[in-house]
Nanobody, 116 residues
Framework: QLVESGGGLVQAGGSLRLSCAAP????????MGWYRQAPGKQRELVAT???????NYADSVRVRFTISRDSAKNTVYLQMTSLKPEDTAVYYC????????????WGQGTQVTVTS
């Protein structure tokens, strides 16, 4: 139910913006986030944002990535700047539904590849 877009191939130092559209019934009552999984590694948190706008970031991306949400479009974004080869991964959108019934939703993933 989460539809991602915006991945691709970019050179180191470049930028990309990921988007994730969700049904309103999920978006309005969920903590929205982005995770990533590099080959041979575990999936890791990148950033989260709550409905009030408070954000949380992994230390590795804190000053380079920005998560935001547009309530009119039920969409969450991840603006990635100063990309590094180590940012290469499949990026997954996540929704942690807080209202009853609680649930967790994942997007299909979008590949981000950063070349040196």
């Amino acid at each position: 139910q989460l539809v991602e877009s915006g991945g691709g191939l970019v050179q180191a130092g470049g930028s990309l913006r990921l988007s994730c559209a969700a049904p309103g019934s999920i978006f309005r009552v969920s903590v929205m986030g982005w995770y990533r999984q590099a080959p041979g590694k575990q999936r890791e948190l990148v950033a989260t944002i709550i409905s009030g706008g408070s954000t949380n970031y992994a230390d590795s991306v804190r000053v380079r990535f920005t998560i935001s949400r547009d309530s009119a479009k039920n969409t969450v974004y991840l603006q990635m700047t100063s990309l590094k080869p180590e940012d290469t991964a499949v990026y997954y959108c996540n929704a942690h539904r807080l209202a009853w019934p609680p649930d967790v939703y994942w997007g299909q993933g979008t590949q981000v590849t950063v070349t040196s």
